[in-house]
């Protein structure tokens, strides 16, 4: 009988294998998919900062992995990390595990603990994929973990105009980053309503990239 998988939790380690595998995905979507990259500019070249994404397929964070220059840790469903391959690959991309069913505290202070040593984290607010390829209702999570760390965040849109299928066209676009300031998240306090209209603000401005389709 296996043992069932845990996460080690170490924010100062990362996948020596994250920067040599990074080329081979970016050709592989490449080969797949007839993807645009805009606004590459606009990524941080220094510092932590949070991604936010809209989420539409299982394999989002290879998107954003392999068009972004910095090296990204993402937050991952725990479900996907059952399977052997799945979990290689997560692992390969500092993917670590997060629980849905309720606040997985164990993994927010990770991803906290992150981004107080400089490291940037790749988050999907919304929480689940978009079945209709659309930007859907963030949760608060994005927006808790800026409050604790006071993170900036750069928001991102995937966009595909009909359900993916072998050489669709994709677009992946940056967009300015956020200041945290701008989230108006007070400092005195915890609220988790303030921290939904944060969330929501960060997607109303995904959503504005989803809305200019491709390039």
């Known amino acids: 009988m296996s043992k069932p998988f845990q996460f080690h939790y170490d924010p ?3 996948s020596a294998a994250y920067p040599r595998i990074r080329p081979v995905i970016h050709f592989l979507v490449h080969f797949v ?13 220094e510092g932590s900062f949070i991604v936010a994404c809209n989420h539409v397929t299982a394999i989002d964070p290879v998107f954003v992995a392999e068009t972004c220059p910095r090296t990204l840790h993402f937050m ?7 399977k052997s391959f799945s979990r290689w690959l997560l692992t ?8 849905r069913s309720g606040v ?11 981004l107080d040593r400089g490291h940037v984290l790749g988050i999907f607010p919304e929480g689940t994929r978009s079945k209709d390829l659309k930007p859907h209702r963030a949760k608060g999570g994005v927006a808790m973990i800026a409050k604790q760390t006071h993170a900036d965040i750069l ?40 921290c939904r ?3 929501a603000f960060v997607m109303e401005k995904i959503t504005e990239l989803w809305q200019q389709g491709h390039a």
Do not use: W
Request: with cysteine; net charge negative; aromatic share 10%.
């Open 12 to 14: 100062d380690k990362e």
């Open 33 to 45: 998919f007839k993807e645009k990259v805009v606004g590459t500019e606009n990524i941080p070249q």
């Open 76 to 82: 991952a469903k725990i479900s996907l990390f059952k």
């Open 92 to 99: 390969t991309m500092n993917a670590f595990p997060v629980d």
């Open 104 to 114: 997985d505290m164990k993994a927010i202070r990770y991803a906290q603990a992150l």
């Open 155 to 194: 928001p991102v849109c995937i966009y595909f105009s009909e359900k993916p299928h072998f050489r669709s066209k994709l677009t992946i676009r940056y967009g300015e980053v956020i200041p945290y300031d701008s989230l108006e998240l007070p400092e005195d306090e915890h609220s988790a309503q303030q």
């Open 197 to 199: 209209v944060a969330a």
